[in-house]
């Protein structure tokens, strides 16, 4: 359930013990909305080193491929 944009910027003044709620915190409030919380991603030497070889292979794939270029992603 999403939270209302005012509620959730009440929620991250009270920590601070602000008493005023600011556009700042609306703004942030609705930043989350749109595009998620913020997340730290750390991904593993070995994931990194399997999805670097899996993107390399995409454009040799393409270049090699007898699909045509509409087809290509």
Known sequence: MAVPPLRGAADLAAPGNRE???SGD???VLE???F????S???PV???RRTAYHEAGTPCWA??????ASRRR
């Open 63 to 68: 270049c090699h491929s007898r699909a045509p």
């Open 26 to 28: 609306v703004f942030d």
């Open 36 to 39: 998620g919380a913020e997340r």
């Open 46 to 48: 070995e994931q990194r």
């Open 41 to 43: 991603v750390v991904m």
């Open 20 to 22: 005023i709620v600011t």
């Open 32 to 34: 989350r909305i749109r």
